[in-house]
């Protein structure tokens, strides 16, 4: 009987505690971007995407994204489907996959604030 009832118990914890992962993982799931963080986050891709108004030689070469004016959660959205597998250029999915879910949505939210006439491009 005490042996069925401690059994009770940790299964009691079990359920306690995977009911709080996937809080945290649905929590994960729509993390806010900020877009003055991920200012600090953007260093890795100004060499090949570029912004309007900034000048990077890579687009006129190779064929790169423009970001810098996108919507925020599509390029958070783009950078998980990197690290996912579900998009497959290599060199975005080595990228992606060192990005966390709030390194994501910060960088969308950074790049979807860069217009040719935003005052605050520090770009620019
Ligand atoms: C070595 C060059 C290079 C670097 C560095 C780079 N990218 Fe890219 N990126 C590309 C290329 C090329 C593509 C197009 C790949 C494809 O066709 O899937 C791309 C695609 C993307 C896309 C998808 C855009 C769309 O419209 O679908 C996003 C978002 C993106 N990059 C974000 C970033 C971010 C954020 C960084 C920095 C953390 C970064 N990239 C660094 C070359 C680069």
């Given at each position: 009987?005490?042996?069925?009832?401690?059994?009770?118990?940790?299964?009691?914890?079990?359920?306690?505690?995977?009911?709080?992962?996937?809080?945290?993982?649905?929590?994960?799931?729509?993390?806010?971007?900020?877009?003055?963080?991920?200012?600090?986050?953007?260093w890795?891709?100004?060499?090949?995407h570029?912004?309007?108004?900034?000048?990077?030689?890579?687009p006129?070469?190779?064929?790169?994204?423009?970001?810098g004016?996108?919507?925020?959660?599509?390029?958070?959205?783009?950078?998980s489907?990197?690290?996912?597998?579900?998009r497959?250029?290599?060199?975005?999915?080595?990228?992606?996959?060192?990005?966390?879910?709030?390194?994501?949505?910060?960088?969308?939210?950074?790049?979807?604030?860069?217009?040719?006439?935003s005052?605050?491009?520090?770009?620019k």
């Amino acid at each position: 009987m005490i042996f069925m009832k401690k059994h009770l118990i940790l299964s009691k914890i079990a359920l306690i505690a995977s009911l709080a992962l996937v809080g945290f993982v649905a929590h994960a799931a729509d993390v806010k971007g900020d877009a003055q963080a991920g200012q600090g986050k953007v260093w890795l891709c100004i060499g090949c995407h570029s912004i309007p108004d900034y000048r990077s030689d890579y687009p006129f070469v190779y064929s790169v994204p423009m970001l810098g004016g996108q919507n925020g959660p599509y390029i958070a959205t783009a950078l998980s489907e990197y690290k996912k597998g579900e998009r497959k250029h290599p060199t975005m999915r080595s990228i992606a996959t060192s990005l966390s879910d709030q390194d994501m949505a910060d960088i969308g939210e950074y790049y979807a604030a860069q217009t040719a006439s935003s005052p605050n491009n520090p770009l620019k």
